[in-house]
């Protein structure tokens, strides 16, 4: 650990380094993003993450410092404050263990392939629906029409005439 | 109009509408169709079609077809090809009353079948748009829902962000802590010095007081009550001489 050569100056045990940088996020452009059916789930987002940097800012970064020379001059018991401010600078605080990260970003990975694919079904359908489109803009109008135009735009309008060989050529409960 | 439309069958070589689809199918020509017309051909005096006149006019003139109908007419009649019985008087006044009825109620009974060709017609028009408009709305969900997915990022950097402002949370109550046990005992190992400094001295005073108290003798007690009382006549006297005065 760097910090022990460095000295016994308590600010440089700060300067870690590991610590991963806040991102700002802006929630607005988030909570747009989120479809109504999940709104419930992302207000629940937001008030932890509200909670949760609500409790980091109330603690103040750097804890009370140690007047060790006040404690060497007034506490009577020989070599204690020496013997603690000795073992107090040699103090490394192990920083807590992320475990959480790794599953995130297992879970982003996930939810990129599934948003992927999303986003390939959805192009197909839109690819479905302009093709649709397309046909009932391209259609001749209706007073144009002969009923073979008419079977061949709409093909569910086309009478069977093996299945119903005499007219009406369909069940008389669809006339 | 629709009843037309259901008697003809593709196999008609009536021109048909203008569409690119909407070609001959038969092998042998690709040329677009014509479109359907609207009214049937034009005749003169209602039987007669307008091309005989057209095709006669540039040889005969106007009175031409007349002449020719008229020529016609007396050639059957005179040859007997056509004999004058019974049947014409009921053929003319059938013919008549048919001509009558159809000049009176024609046109009102063209409009209702036209009005209801033209509901049909509404009807599968409301439906094309309806399904026009859905489509294209279809299409613009579809668009915003991939507009949605696309903002996916944010969810996971606030993920990340929460387990980050934890752990920065947690190191700092530990260092907090440590620094507070820390402070504490060497706190403690003050305020004991201090206590103990104070009961030594209370401790000592009541020693010092007690001594004093026992080391006055009743000798000394006797002189000093004498002592007090002679002062406070004095003092009375003073006292006396002065409110006199």
Known sequence: MHWRAVGHAYTDRKMAGKRAALKAIDWLAFAERVPPNQRAMFNNLKTRSDAIGAKLSSLPEKPVTIDWSFYKTNVARAGMVAEFESKFSALTIPEPKDTATAAINTQEAEANKAAVAYVEASKARIGQYEKELEKFQNMIPFDQMTIDDLNDTFPETKLDKEKHPYWPHKPIAEL | ?245
């Not at chain 2, 947690?170 to 206590?195: C, G, P, S």
Request: glycine share 4%.
């Open chain 2, 1 to 245: 109009d629709l009843l037309r439309l259901c008697l003809i069958s593709k196999s008609a070589c009536l021109p048909r509408l203008v569409q690119l689809s909407h070609l001959h199918t038969s092998p042998n020509s690709q040329a677009p169709v014509p479109a359907l017309p609207e009214k049937g051909g034009k005749t003169r005096h209602g039987i007669i079609p307008e091309e005989i006149f057209q095709l006669l006019y540039p040889k005969t003139g106007v009175t031409g077809p007349y002449m020719l109908g008229a020529g016609l007419l007396t050639y059957i009649l005179s040859k007997e090809i056509y004999i004058i019985n019974h049947e014409t008087f009921a053929a003319a006044c059938m013919g008549t009353v048919i001509i009558y009825g159809v000049r009176k109620f024609g046109p009102d009974v063209a409009a209702f079948a036209d009005k209801l060709n033209e509901e049909k017609v509404q009807k599968a028009q409301e439906v094309k748009d309806l399904a026009m408009t859905s489509l294209a709305q279809a299409v613009l969900d579809e668009k915003k829902e991939q507009w949605r997915a696309e903002g996916r990022q944010m969810l996971f950097d606030a993920k990340r962000n929460n387990v980050a402002m934890l752990l920065e949370t947690n190191r700092r109550e530990r260092v907090h802590m440590v620094t507070n046990e820390v402070k504490k005992r060497l706190d403690y190992q003050i305020a004991l010095q201090t206590l103990h400094r104070r009961m030594e001295q209370e401790h000592m005073v009541n020693w010092v007081e007690k001594n004093v108290v026992t080391s006055i003798t009743p000798q000394q007690e006797k002189t000093s009550i004498a002592k007090c009382i002679t002062d406070l006549k004095v003092l009375a006297k003073v006292q006396q001489a002065k409110a006199t005065v």
